[in-house]
Nanobody, 115 residues
């Protein structure tokens, strides 16, 4: 039984910052990767940032240099620090954890960027 608990979403002014967190419950071992996917209204869900068990990070070109992904392995938690948020980044963010080639998804947390 796996549950991903996300937090940190909300309303922020353009140019502001938010920090998302996702705690993976019910997973005891063998997590190969954790990450965040973004889904804007009317768009497909796309990778924003990911981090492997070996701490290798990957970022979408649109967020590179502004977003930072990190993890706390002891807590099975992944974070996404989002700086310089733009209006076009208003979207739902979904946490994903991969274990033994199986993907687990959070319910999503909404990030709304105001003008």
């Amino acid at each position: 039984q796996v549950q991903l608990v996300e937090s940190g979403g909300g309303l922020v002014q353009a140019g502001g910052s938010l920090r998302l967190s996702c705690a993976a419950l019910g997973i005891t071992s063998s997590i190969s990767g954790m990450g965040w996917h973004r889904q804007a209204p009317g768009k497909q869900r796309e990778l924003a940032a990911s981090i492997t068990s070996g701490s290798i990070t990957n970022y979408a070109d649109s967020v590179k240099g502004r977003f930072t992904i990190s993890r706390d392995a002891a807590k099975n938690t992944v974070y996404l620090q989002m700086n310089s948020l733009k209006h076009e980044k208003t979207a739902d963010y979904y946490c994903k954890v991969t274990r033994e080639f199986v993907n687990y998804w959070g319910q999503g947390t909404q990030v709304t960027v105001s003008s």
